[in-house]
């Protein structure tokens, strides 16, 4: 799951399969990660794992409205296609595969960090997703008694 204003993945899950689990344990760790996504907005395909009734529950008890692109256009859904092309040509880097799936998930994760906290991104002014959100976030001062 990507943050649209800062470019932040705020959640992912990594498997062998493309199930509702799989989409429903990214969006849960979003919402772990922002501690609320009452008002969010997740655009998506098609896909069987969008469209299920399981992930359509877990949004609504989120509060989280589904949007999905038109059928069969990628364009409707630009940003994820450029982060899934981004992430798998700098993982990947030249090999073909990992040796194994534990070694693909260190991979991913290790990428995953780097990408929030290091990767500088054009839509945020050259900084990473992390330091766009942070010069973004409203001061709070304690209260004066």
Request: glycine share 6%; net charge positive.
């Amino acid at each position: 799951m990507i943050d649209c204003f800062s470019r932040r993945l705020v959640g992912w899950s990594i498997a062998d399969h493309m199930r509702t689990d799989l989409v429903a344990d990214a969006l849960l760790a979003a919402a772990a990660t922002r501690g609320d996504l009452a008002g969010a907005i997740f655009h998506g395909d098609h896909g069987a794992q969008y469209t299920s009734r399981a992930y359509a529950a877990l949004c609504q008890q989120l509060g989280v409205t589904r949007s999905m692109g038109a059928v069969g256009s990628s364009a409707d859904n630009a940003l994820a296609e450029s982060f899934n092309a981004t992430l798998k040509r700098e993982t990947l880097a030249g090999a073909a595969s990992w040796s194994t799936p534990a070694e693909a998930r260190r991979a991913v994760f290790a990428w995953a960090t780097r990408y929030n906290t290091r990767r500088r991104h054009s839509a945020c002014g050259q900084t990473s997703p992390n330091d766009y959100e942070a010069r973004r976030a409203p001061a709070t001062l304690p209260t004066a008694a």
